[in-house]
């Protein structure tokens, strides 16, 4: 069972991420587009294989209505071809790509470089640390790991874990808090196990 950590000091009007990137556009960056658009965000969906585009705009027109597919610059989703389209004025990037280590350590590279220097960047992964993906950035304060399998997230999980590290901020997990919650989800944290074998402190 994962350890809750205590939670710091928030602000109840910190705001929402207004405009999320989704890297990647297989089943998970569908489902996440959808449930972000649902939840009233901007969504900026990419994928460089033109037919991974094609299939997740017919699924979300079904799911949402053609309305909700435009700009970009309400909420709804926009489709786009390149990272650094996403990710331009993007509060949160999730990145949907394999999870192993060199993809991810690839993309966490590309979106560092690339994304404001506010942006939080979180991955989903059950098998890599988030502390030792978040030392290849300049962001480590904003780097969270989704501890969750696609499939569950997919198939009507009510609970998120989220795994943290020393150096995470307060206002990113608020930020990934409120995230999630508007889509349904309830929050767990847990610190990054290899972080605190290495610094033996929890």
Request: proline residues 6%; negative net charge; charged residues 25%.
């Given at each position: 069972?994962?350890?809750?950590?205590?939670?710091p000091?928030?602000?109840?009007?910190?705001p929402?991420?207004?405009?999320?990137?989704?890297?990647g556009?297989?089943?998970l960056?569908?489902w996440?587009?959808l449930?972000?658009?649902?939840?009233?965000?901007?969504v900026?969906?990419?994928?460089?294989m033109p037919h991974?585009?094609?299939?997740a705009?017919?699924?979300?027109?079904?799911?949402?209505?053609p309305e909700?597919?435009?700009?970009?610059?309400?909420?709804?989703?926009r489709?786009?071809?390149t990272?650094?389209d996403?990710?331009?004025?993007?509060?949160?990037?999730?990145?949907?790509?394999?999870?192993e280590?060199?993809?991810k350590?690839?993309?966490?590279c590309?979106l560092?470089r690339?994304?404001?220097?506010?942006?939080v960047?979180?991955?989903?992964?059950?098998?890599l640390?988030i502390?030792?993906?978040?030392s290849?950035?300049?962001?480590?304060?904003?780097?969270?790991?989704?501890?969750?399998?696609?499939a569950?997230?997919?198939?009507g999980a009510?609970e998120?874990?989220?795994?943290?590290t020393?150096?995470?901020?307060?206002?990113?997990?608020?930020?990934?808090e409120?995230?999630?919650s508007?889509?349904?989800?309830?929050?767990?944290?847990?610190r990054d196990?290899?972080e605190?074998?290495?610094?033996?402190r929890?």
């Amino acid at each position: 069972m994962p350890r809750t950590w205590p939670r710091p000091w928030r602000s109840s009007n910190a705001p929402l991420p207004e405009t999320v990137a989704i890297i990647g556009a297989g089943p998970l960056g569908r489902w996440l587009a959808l449930a972000a658009a649902r939840g009233g965000f901007r969504v900026l969906l990419e994928d460089v294989m033109p037919h991974n585009l094609h299939h997740a705009q017919e699924y979300l027109r079904q799911e949402l209505g053609p309305e909700t597919l435009g700009d970009g610059r309400d909420a709804g989703v926009r489709f786009v071809s390149t990272i650094e389209d996403a990710v331009r004025e993007a509060d949160l990037a999730i990145d949907c790509v394999p999870d192993e280590l060199e993809s991810k350590l690839e993309i966490f590279c590309l979106l560092d470089r690339m994304s404001p220097p506010r942006t939080v960047l979180a991955t989903p992964t059950t098998r890599l640390s988030i502390a030792d993906l978040a030392s290849c950035t300049y962001r480590a304060d904003r780097c969270v790991a989704i501890v969750e399998e696609a499939a569950s997230l997919r198939e009507g999980a009510s609970e998120i874990l989220l795994r943290t590290t020393s150096k995470t901020s307060a206002a990113t997990i608020e930020l990934l808090e409120r995230f999630w919650s508007k889509l349904g989800f309830a929050v767990t944290l847990e610190r990054d196990q290899t972080e605190m074998a290495i610094t033996g402190r929890e």
